[in-house]
């Protein structure tokens, strides 16, 4: 059946013909990107926005603050400082750091890491509180040792030698004739033990019995040679290597029994 033609009425009002709807300002075509656009979000070829990489954005944006740990304020409770301390790398117990001590000079304390841990500190920041004390405080504690096995050495040498009298012109003499007859770097090694200062005593003596007293029995010339040598090398008087030094200390006693 044909469809009815449509009919007009004389007189009646027609309707207006229809107009498309109006697009939203942030679609409409513009011919100047908005200030409030970002340029990357802008296609000066169409003159809209890139919707696409806008949204993009706001995607990696909100990614991004779903990750975030937000800080504790006077009014957080104790599970939003825990979150953020475990952000921040702090192990789950003192337990947990692996600290390591490969100088030797002490090991890790559960004590100290117990109150580390109370810090809120992590791994890297409780090794560096361990690495600062071996760099600072262990030479600072090696020098007092140092200073007092010093004042008892001294006190030694003084008690040998009969007083602090004798001991001020006996380590006068020494000095001198070290001076004279060892190498400059030996001097350091030899005065820093008791050990060490009668060797020297004893090697002056045997050189220049004048000089010093008189009346006393010389030693075994080829042993005094031995110990001189072994005083003399690198690894008593700058190395400090506690093998070789026994080795010179048991020669000493050996070639003076009367001053062990």
Sequence with gaps: MDSPMPVTVP????????????????????TQRPPEVPEKFWDPETGRIRVEALLKSYLALEKRLSQMVALPTAE??????????????R????????????????????????????????QEQAQAVYDLAAEKMVPLMQSLVADLEAERE?????AEFGGPERWAEISRQMLAW???????DALPGLTTSFDGVMA???MMKNREPASVAEGETAVDASGERDLQAMLRDPRYWRDRD?????????????????RG
């Design 11 to 30: 007189g009646a009002p027609t309707a207006p013909p229809a107009t498309p709807p109006a697009m939203p300002p942030a679609l409409a075509p513009a």
């Design 178 to 184: 070290a001076e004279r007859n060892l190498p400059a």
């Design 76 to 89: 957080s409770g104790p599970e939003e400082r825990l979150r953020l301390l475990t952000a921040l790398g």
């Design 200 to 202: 020297l005593y004893e």
């Design 154 to 158: 001294i006190e030694r040498l003084m």
């Design 242 to 258: 506690p093998a070789f030094i026994a080795k010179v200390t048991e020669g000493f006693r050996r070639l003076y029994p009367e």
């Design 91 to 122: 192990p789950q117990s003192p337990e947990e750091y692996a600290i390591a001590c490969p100088h030797g000079l002490f090991e890790a304390d559960p004590e100290i890491n117990a109150r580390l841990f109370e810090a809120g500190m992590n």
